[in-house]
T-cell receptor, first 115, second 111 residues
């Protein structure tokens, strides 16, 4: 699986958009970008994933650059409950987005949302 | 929503004990995983399973074994618990669609 690079920490004001970057310059054609987050003392939570088109769901938006070498997770209106570690993971999946095998977690980005 | 349930939230065991950590998922997922998480080391994969009675070693399988007799249940076994196995243990499952669902974790302390 391709390696990812994320900033170790970021801050965001409550109510503002949080934009979390991820670099995955060695991504290959059949690798998807997945985002998870982990709130303190809980298991990681799936947020969103995508291949090359931008994606949006009730939690967040995922913007993938045209060359697919980087992506940005956007939390449009961050709340205090969004304070967590955010993990960007790249891995192979089939045409339906189903991936198999292990997820490899890096250190992620610690997002702190301030009042 | 997929639910992954781990049998205990907190557990304290003595050195040398055999420890069973149980994980059950309710969405008929084929794949199940056991991770441990330690400060500064992140999440590390111990074992995973693609199907009933199938198992694969992850990155740190030493000192652990697993059992998957039924599709919905994946057990992690510490054959002889040691203090360096004190950790947060996380179970996860995945199926069609790609997203992995994690349990809430079991914080194991070996004394």
């Amino acid at each position: 699986d391709a390696k990812t690079t994320q900033p170790p920490s970021m801050d965001c004001a409550e109510g503002r958009a949080a934009n979390l970057p991820c670099n995955h310059s060695t991504i290959s054609g059949n690798e998807y970008v997945y985002w998870y987050r982990q709130i303190h003392s809980q298991g990681p939570q799936y947020i969103i994933h995508g291949l090359k088109n931008n994606e949006t769901n009730e939690m967040a938006s995922l913007i993938i650059t045209e060359d697919r070498k980087s992506s940005t997770l956007i939390l449009p209106h961050a709340t205090l409950r969004d304070t967590a570690v955010y993990y960007c993971i790249v891995r192979v999946a089939d045409a339906g987005g189903t991936s198999y095998g292990k997820l490899t977690f890096g250190q992620g980005t610690i997002l702190t949302v301030h009042p | 929503d997929v639910k992954v349930t781990q049998s205990s939230r907190y557990l304290v065991k003595r050195t040398g004990e055999k420890v069973f950590l149980e994980c059950v998922q309710d969405m008929d997922h084929e794949n199940m995983f056991w991770y441990r998480q330690d400060p500064g080391l992140g999440l590390r994969l111990i074992y995973f399973s693609y199907d009933v009675k199938m198992k694969e070693k992850g990155d740190i399988p030493e000192g652990y074994s697993v059992s998957r007799e039924k599709k919905e249940r994946f057990s992690l076994i510490l054959e002889s618990a040691s203090t360096n196995q004190t950790s947060m243990y996380l179970c996860a499952s995945s199926g069609q669609g790609g997203g992995y669902t994690f349990g809430s974790g079991t914080r194991l302390t070996v004394v």
